[in-house]
């Protein structure tokens, strides 16, 4: 079959601009984590060994998030379970800047399981919102914004945390609130998954 060609309309609108912050935000988030935890951690008082043993929960709490997508959250549209994750990283980061280094396996827990529901919406949210026809092409222009964020964002958050120490946080904490907010904007589509509008 002939590829599906995307006018300027399907590109340029709302849902597709939204979702592209969605990503971006929070492919940012997630590669400024994963190279900067240990060190995060460590500033927000965890021994050496003790943040190398949170960070390495980010991983299995991955899968359990992914898992959960997979099972209790199957029943629901993709745009809910996705809200619902998109508030982890904040919610743990709140934690952390209270109350330091004793919360922060929850931290890393709660990350890993918003960032792999997240790696699944990256799939499920577009099919959702626009259906089957386009993917591809659509897929390509929502994740180029992530591509970027994603190559900022070490030296970035690295700057910040020379900068702020553990009051870097909060710039993935404003991060995870704007992905919150867009997927808040989002509508639910009166197909599903895999059938055509």
């Known amino acids: ?74 029943k629901m549209h993709p745009l809910i379970s996705s809200r619902l994750s998109a508030l982890t990283h ?14 922060g ?23 959702a919102t626009f259906g089957p026809a386009g993917y591809g092409a659509r897929q390509g222009y929502i994740m180029a914004p992530s591509r970027f964020a994603q190559a900022a964002a070490p030296f970035v958050f690295g700057l910040l945390i020379d900068d702020y120490g553990q009051y870097a946080i909060l710039l993935t904490i404003g991060l995870g609130l704007v992905t919150f907010v867009a997927l808040m904007m989002l509508r639910h589509r009166p197909y599903g998954i895999g059938e055509s509008a």
């Open 1 to 74: 079959p002939a590829l599906t060609k995307l006018s300027r309309q399907d590109i340029f609108n709302m849902p597709m601009i939204l979702l592209a912050i969605v990503f971006a935000a929070s492919w940012f988030t997630a590669t400024a984590m994963a190279a900067h935890l240990p060190r995060l951690l460590q500033i927000s008082g965890m021994d050496a060994a003790g943040a190398l043993i949170a960070a390495s929960l980010v991983g299995p709490a991955q899968v359990a998030g992914r898992l959960a997508e997979f099972g209790l959250l199957k």
């Open 105 to 127: 396996m929850l931290f890393t827990s709660l990350h890993g399981i918003g960032n792999g529901i997240l790696t699944i919406a990256k799939g499920t949210l577009p099919l």
């Open 90 to 103: 904040p919610v743990g980061a709140v934690l952390l800047l209270i109350f330091g280094g004793p919360v």
